[in-house]
């Protein structure tokens, strides 16, 4: 149930996401673009650091990778090997 509410108020969060009222034009360069918006990595810094759907999904990142990590030292088998 706890999980289940999690992932619907992070699907919920993504749908409330800031949207730029104007999108740059076509002929506008990147670095044109960000000049126009000079504090768009501030506002994603200050999201990162205060938004509790930044911290929730990072929790939930952690513990995954914590499950596959058992599961892979239980396996004699297994191997993080590519080749």
Request: aromatic share 4%; charged share 15%.
């Amino acid at each position: 149930m706890r999980n289940t509410l999690l992932v619907l108020s992070l699907i919920a969060s993504g749908s409330c996401a800031a949207r730029s009222s104007a999108p740059p034009s076509p002929t506008t360069t990147p670095a044109a673009a960000s000049a126009t918006r000079p504090h768009e990595n501030l506002n994603a810094v200050v999201w990162m650091q205060t938004a509790l759907e930044y911290e929730a999904s990072a929790v939930q990142a952690y513990r995954q990778a914590l499950l596959q990590l058992e599961s892979a030292q239980k396996d004699g088998a297994w191997s993080a090997a590519l080749e």
